[in-house]
């Protein structure tokens, strides 16, 4: 029988004491955390602080190791729950849009929404089911056809696929992960409106989001976690960016970093009227027109998915494109082995740290050495200098900050930013290398997604350092924070064109996201 107990008639969910261990370290450690019906709850941390681990607990993928979970009853007291499974979850109310969409895109919206869940009989009333879904999204302000499959949506209308498929199974108590990290500005907008309407109705919205500009706009309460510990639970309106940034990581940290005055140099980088496929065989890149001289940081914006990754694996020699150029300081490297791109002073900084930056299970050392074993810094000719090796690693992981017990451990082991860290020393350091005589180009693609806000601010502080110092900086970016923040041009990608490049001294984010959203733009 379900204990049901007196308490705080305003309680949505309320979680006391969790506690959750894995071998070697306390993710969650005696937490408490509660969420109002009818309010929007920021859910803060740094990487590793515990915010998954507790949502996880919640939506039953993790059993705690103590703690109890209570769900309000709307006035009639609170109801202790065991949640033993996600499906138990969801019979409870609880429902989580997760970073990454779990979406089949071979089926239509209907199908999504009712994937998994226990039908009346053999047959499947789809005109009821479209019915249901069409009044929820005109309720919600998410309009949606019920019939359209997933794959001829956009990214914004996807997630409001998996929003919808949460309120269409009854979800009292909404769980979003990082729901803003692909959408545009005015995307986000909408969605910000969409929580607190949902909140007006009496539901409880747990908001995750490393973005404290949106945590300020959208939230009424916001409550932090550091080492797995709370630190604090805030009213939204009694606090600001700069004092949840600081329980965050415990201490102050600069937004605004503090940008050079740029002094451009010759032209590091051409890219004329470059055309490519995706790995499907379809056009990703088309006449894709821009240069970027040393000293210069151009930033790439655009909804994910519309080309930038195809034009940074072209820029790296990753990618064979079909069509155009591609020089770097007037050498023409276009379909050229990556090998000739390094050769040329060229970093690049994957969007995929783990499988592509880097080699998860060699030690720190042997993945910063991974370009500069080809000269004779580390070794000579097939061999390696132990003494050699050590003392480059060393002396990266100490102008670069990299905190990691020794250069021996795994990488795999350190936190994203301290894996971030290390492809940044690995590829700026061989950059150096090779440009003795020339400025380099550095590709970034998505430098700081996934990290904290400490992690954030010291990669960006490196990406202008490399610009101080004359090389040029092409920075792919979904965070259109970050590329207003950096940026002295921005290009905006819509469907593998260039829809416009602007100054970045006076850009207005509201141009910005129309070209984003594939409308025209005043080109530099």
């Not at 302000?141 to 009854?170: F, T």
């Not at 300081?329 to 040329?344: M, Q, R, V, W, Y």
């Not at 984010?509 to 594939?518: H, K, P, T, V």
Request: hydrophobic share 40%; charged share 25%; proline share 2%.
């Amino acid at each position: 029988m379900p204990q049901i107990i007196s308490g705080d008639a305003r309680i949505g969910l309320d979680m006391r004491g969790i506690t959750k261990r894995f071998p070697g370290v306390i993710a969650a450690d005696d937490v408490d955390f509660s969420v109002y019906r009818g309010e929007v709850h920021g859910l803060l941390g740094e990487n590793g602080a515990g915010k998954t681990t507790l949502m996880s607990v919640l939506c039953g993928l993790y059993t705690p190791d103590s703690g109890e979970i209570s769900l309000g009853l709307g006035g009639e007291g609170i109801e202790k729950v065991r949640i033993e499974s996600p499906r138990h979850a969801i019979r409870l109310g609880i429902g989580m849009v997760h970073q990454h969409f779990r979406l089949v895109q071979s089926h239509t919206v209907a199908e999504n929404c009712i994937l998994g869940l226990a039908g009346d009989g053999l047959m499947i009333n789809s005109g009821e089911i479209g019915r249901r879904i069409h009044n929820i999204g005109e309720r919600y302000r998410m309009e949606i056809d019920p019939a359209s499959y997933i794959w001829q949506l956009s990214i914004g209308e996807q997630q409001r696929v998996e929003i919808l498929k949460m309120l269409y199974r009854n979800a009292d108590i909404l769980i979003l992960d990082e729901p803003t990290a692909v959408l545009t500005p005015q995307e986000s907008q909408s969605l910000g409106t969409t929580l607190k309407t949902m909140a007006k109705e009496g539901k409880s919205v747990v908001f995750i989001s490393h973005k404290l500009d949106e945590v300020m706009d959208f939230t009424d309460r916001v409550t932090v976690l550091r080492n797995g510990k709370n630190v604090k639970s805030v009213e939204t309106s009694d606090t600001d960016k700069e004092s949840l940034a600081n329980m965050m990581v415990g201490r102050n940290v600069m937004f605004a970093v503090e940008r050079p005055v740029f002094e451009y140099g010759h032209t590091v980088l051409e890219v004329d009227e470059v055309a490519a496929q995706n790995d499907k065989g379809v056009t990703a890149l088309s006449g894709v027109t821009f240069d970027i001289k040393g000293g210069e940081i151009l930033g790439v914006a655009g909804v994910s998915g519309n080309g930038q990754q195809e034009l940074a694996e072209v820029l790296t020699g990753l990618r064979k494109s079909t069509s155009g150029t591609v020089r770097v300081c007037g050498a023409d490297l276009t379909n050229k082995s990556p090998a000739k791109f390094i050769e040329n002073g060229v970093g690049h900084i994957p969007g995929d740290r783990i499988g592509v930056g880097l080699a998860g299970n060699l030690s720190v050392s042997d993945n910063l050495i991974m370009k500069a074993f080809r000269g004779n810094t580390v070794s000579t000719g097939l061999f390696l200098r132990n003494r050699a090796v050590s003392e480059y690693s060393d002396r990266l992981i100490k102008e670069f900050a990299v905190d990691t017990p020794d250069r021996n451990t795994p990488v795999r082991n350190l936190s994203g930013g301290n894996q971030q860290k290390a492809i940044l020393a690995r590829e700026i350091m061989a950059q150096s290398e090779q440009t003795s005589k020339n400025n380099g180009l550095l590709i970034a693609v998505q430098p700081t997604r996934g990290l904290d806000v400490g992690a954030t601010e010291a990669v960006r502080r490196l990406l202008l350092s490399q610009c101080r110092q004359g090389d040029a900086v092409l920075l792919i970016s979904d965070d259109l924070d970050e590329i207003l923040s950096v940026s002295s041009s921005i290009a905006v990608m819509f469907s593998g064109k260039i829809m416009g490049i602007v100054d970045g001294d006076h850009a207005d984010i509201g141009e910005i996201g129309i070209m984003m959203a594939g409308g025209s733009g005043s080109f530099k």
